[in-house]
């Protein structure tokens, strides 16, 4: 049977099963009083709605709700909802230089097109688009979480494609509440803990204001590579299909260090009567007959025409961390005043700090070895013929400098945002308008690791350490220089800052047969400005071998206006329509003192419906049009360097002078912006039905489907690689400050060609039941990807997808994501248990891996197994003011399956966005109010 269908299968069998329990339930509580709706304003609507009468699909998530799940951030919440794929993962800082900005991606279609709000406004994103930092929203403050699953553009404007997520925090609070929690792995490694802190007085009805205040501080400490079996080499055993294989993703810059030997142009060996191959090896392995601990003899060595390589490789895994640690301080402050029953204002202010610390190995050094120095004499002469020694050109030495320790760097990033406004009831008018100024600033600094580059040119130049001895071997006076040479302080800073206007107003109009027909208008105004600015010490070259990211100053301005109609056809049949038109303005370069790219603007549209054709059975649906402008980058990024590419990469050009020595290496990358990009456009619609015969059951499906066209897209790194011929134009040369030459390096740059196809259906079904024992709850939700495809990067019609498999864009998208629960309510206790599963996949394509049996390289394609998680939790209320909190997350101690990936941060083995790195943990929370 195929993976797919199984995993397929899987899916229908817990839901009927679910459907079963829930109806059996049913069955039980017909004497229940019928079902009473809550009234609640929801996102995706200017006209105030019931939230299950609304024609749109939108999932909340109450206080309640995130407390039992165990969360312990405002991403695990949302990452692990059915509805969310694609998102960004704290974990892959290490490695990826993201600072731990973790995202929000509705139905897999991308964070850029999950517009993110707070308390229904926009709040500073992260860089230059539109994505937002959920680090930057505070945890303990959060009322609710609505998640629109369905395009809101012709209400929000640009960036709302897949959806909007809108984060409601608390106000009208009296009194306070103190928390405590701690959380423990049982396998040892990544502790965490918070402490929260809210209080709120006055009451806006009676005493006609509120002041609520909420604070918490969150410590995650970090979790090491080695304190987890399953990633902790990258030199990888593994059996399949019967055979044993080793997966190599070791580095070439090792400790003692590799040399590379190129040879004059043109000489001739005498030996073959053909022009010299380049020459790499370890001294030390040629003088001891083996590589020296934390490294293998590499399983890329080879032997061409143009080089021979015999080298040993590190293990660089051993010395990286699976998770960061980081510390969260979050603080909220709302406001409000009751001048009268028409008249209120209020005040937000939301403020963060995240402070992540991210280790990965320690910095692989390309060292240039003089023919006359004792280096040469004693490491490289020993090992060269006679011929080779006469014609040597080049030695480089790729020495990975371990006892200069890891390469630590500290991101910081704090969040300032601040709203003021005013609510008003005006001649039948309901108005809204506020005035926001939200910040979000990233202070990226060194503390360890990286070198100051005079200092460490002193040391290597002076001959004062070795790179070709052991790791720990140098003299105490040549450590004492070491850490003399470290460099510790800022390499950048940057700054997104939004300010902006809105105003918002719903009226009832006048009556029809059926019902009122509402208006709802409104408008905004946003000015965007988004700076980067290196530090003095990277931008004079005092970091060594550091190229110093490019100084932005940008800035741009857009506006919107829409209307929105509701009308009551006939009774129970209720029909919606919003238009919007956006303008977006070009972007001014003060750096470079120009206006980049031109005016867009835009016109969006959104119809939809619900008809109630019994009490108990509701149909829905809609369609519209969404866009969303390029990012600011997108359009004036100069060409810049961009780190290296994500995997090594043969030769694009083999045998010309711009190859690395290695048949495989990182090649540098270069990105750049395009100023002729257009805005993204999309269509999309939902059709939905829910059923809900009693209180005590309920289900409800709604497909959803979205287009998106003029994507912007990018040529890959692999695409490019393996077919250079094709893409010549995005290959140039480059030079690091210390690399011995230019070698080849790729070109990112993006333009409008792509297409994106993703479709799907979100499902629920819930029970409840009283029980001897206590009130039961069930509830099953999923999400079922029918299509997720786009075209290849570069391309406008060449479509490909990862449904179910490793894809081209280095990401799976999971046909079936699941969550099933259960809550039984007895007296002062409260269990609920959790089940949480994904689909399998196919592992990356034909993976290179070496055979142990045949000692030959061969291509393997795994399949990575379906993956669960189990997790408890128990509430004891002791009494109306304390609360003792007890649970276990991931009961099984469920592993993360064993992929071969080659993207997303350093970690080898596993894949850390589809799995639990953390394993099995135990937390206890306490929760005391007054």
């Known amino acids: 049977m195929s993976l797919k269908k199984t995993h397929k299968a899987s899916a229908v069998r817990i839901a009927v099963i679910a459907a079963m329990g829930a109806m059996t339930m049913s069955a039980q509580a017909q004497t229940a009083p019928p079902a009473q709706l809550e009234r609640i304003e929801i996102t995706g609507s200017s006209i105030k709605r019931i939230a299950s009468e609304g024609s749109l699909p939108v999932q909340i998530v109450s206080a309640k709700e995130i407390a039992r799940s165990g969360a312990t951030s405002v991403a695990e919440v949302l990452q692990k909802l059915p509805a969310m794929q694609g998102f960004q993962i704290a974990d892959i800082a290490v490695g990826s230089n993201s600072g731990g900005i973790v995202t929000a991606s509705i139905h897999d279609i991308g964070a850029s097109y999950t517009l993110v709000l707070l308390n229904g406004r926009r709040v500073a994103p992260t860089g230059s688009g539109s994505t937002v930092n959920l680090n930057s929203i505070p945890m303990s403050a959060i009322d609710r979480i609505e998640i629109l699953t369905d395009g809101a553009s012709a209400l929000y404007g640009s960036d709302a494609i897949a959806g909007v997520v809108n984060f409601v925090l608390k106000k009208n ?317 800022n390499v950048r800073k940057s700054e997104t800052t939004m300010t902006g206007v809105d105003f918002r107003a719903s009226r009832e109009l006048f009556k029809l047969p059926a019902g009122d027909v509402a208006l709802g208008m409104g408008g905004d105004l946003r000015n965007m400005k988004y700076t980067q600015t290196p530090s003095a010490a990277a931008v004079n070259g005092d970091i060594y071998n550091y190229a110093a990211v490019a100084p932005y100053d940008l800035e741009r301005k857009s506006g919107g206006v829409f209307a929105e109609l509701q009308i009551p056809v006939i009774k129970n049949l209720e029909f919606n329509a919003a238009l919007r038109y956006d303008k977006t303005d070009a972007i001014k370069d003060s750096v470079a003192n120009k206006t980049v790219g031109e005016s867009m603007s835009s016109s969006t549209y959104k119809v939809s419906a619900r008809y109630q054709a019994l009490p108990q059975l509701l149909f829905r649906g809609s369609y519209g049009t969404g866009f969303k402008v390029p990012s600011m980058l997108d359009l004036a990024q100069p060409l810049t360097a961009a780190g290296v590419t994500a995997a090594k990469q043969p030769c694009p050009f083999p045998g010309t002078d711009a190859c690395k020595p290695a048949t495989t290496e990182q090649y540098s990358v270069l990105s750049g912006g395009n100023e002729k990009l257009k805005p993204e456009t999309s269509k999309g619609g939902t059709f939905g039905i829910r059923f809900e015969p009693n209180v005590a059951f309920g289900i409800g499906a709604d497909y959803w489907s979205v287009k998106l066209k003029d994507a912007v897209s990018a040529v890959s790194e692999n695409q490019a690689f393996g077919n250079p011929a094709k893409y010549g134009n995005l290959f140039t040369t480059y030079k690091t400050s210390q690399e011995p030459q230019a070698y080849y390096a790729f070109i990112e740059s993006s333009t409008n060609i792509g297409q994106q196809n993703t479709s799907g259906i979100d499902w629920d079904i819930t029970g409840r039941a009283n029980l001897d024992i206590g009130r039961l709850t069930l509830g099953l939700a999923g999400t079922y990807l029918i299509e997720s495809e786009y075209t290849r990067p570069g391309t406008d019609n060449d479509f490909t997808n990862n449904m179910n498999k490793y894809g081209e864009n280095a990401a799976v998208s999971s046909r079936n994501i699941y969550r099933a629960t259960a809550s039984l309510e007895s007296g002062s206790f409260v269990n609920t248990f959790t089940l949480s599963g994904r689909d399998g996949y196919a592992d990356k394509a034909n993976s290179t891996v070496r055979n142990v049996a045949t000692g030959k390289n061969e291509a393997v394609t795994l399949s990575v197994p379906r ?64």
């Open 173 to 489: 609070q009296q009194g306070g509440n103190i928390t405590a929690s701690g959380m423990v792995p049982t396998e040892g490694g990544g502790k965490s803990g918070y402490v929260s802190a809210t209080y709120g007085i006055g009451d806006i009805d009676k005493d006609r204001f509120n002041v609520l205040m909420s604070y918490r501080h969150d410590e995650q400490k970090q979790l090491k590579a080695t304190d987890r079996d399953f990633g902790s080499t990258a030199y990888l055993p593994f059996e399949f299909n019967g055979k044993n294989y080793i997966y190599d993703r070791t580095s070439s810059s090792a400790v003692p260090a590799n040399a590379t030997v190129t040879f004059l142009k043109g000489a001739i060996d005498p030996a073959t009567g053909k022009a010299f191959p380049s020459y790499g090896f370890n001294p030390f392995q040629k003088k001891t007959g083996a590589c020296a601990a934390g490294n293998f003899y590499s399983l890329s060595n080879t032997a061409t025409a143009t080089s021979v390589t015999q080298l040993c490789a590190f293990d660089f895994v051993k010395t990286i961390e699976i998770f960061p640690e980081n510390k969260r301080d979050s603080l909220f402050l709302t406001g409000q005043f009751k001048v009268n029953d028409q008249l209120r204002f209020f005040s937000d202010v939301a403020l963060s700090r995240f402070d992540l610390t991210a280790r990965i190995a320690a910095n692989p050094v390309p060292v240039a070895i003089s023919k006359t120095s004792s280096y040469f004499t004693d490491y490289i002469k020993p090992y060269l013929t006679p011929a080779q020694l006469a014609n040597v050109n080049t030695v480089t030495a790729a020495y990975r400098a371990q006892d200069f320790g890891t390469r630590d760097s500290q991101t910081i990033t704090d969040s300032k945002h601040f709203v003021i406004g005013a609510e008003a009831e005006l001649a039948g008018w309901n108005m809204e308008s506020g005035l926001t100024w939200s910040r979000n600033s990233i202070d990226e600094r060194y503390v360890g690791g990286y070198f100051k580059t005079n200092e460490f040119l002193a040391l290597r130049d002076g001959g004062k350490f070795d790179p070709f001895v052991e790791s720990g071997n140098q003299s105490a006076a040549t450590m004492a220089l070491i850490q003399d040479s470290i460099y510790l302080g």
């Open 867 to 930: 993956y669960f998680t189990f997790d408890w939790q128990g509430v004891y209320n002791y009494n109306k003011s304390f609360q003792l909190t007890a649970g276990v997350k991931n009961l099984f101690n469920s592993e993360p399956p064993l992929t071969l990936r080659d993207s997303s941060g350093h970690q080898v083995g596993y894949d850390p966005r589809y799995s639990d790195v953390l394993l099995r943990r135990v937390y206890l929370t306490g929760s005391y109010s007054f």
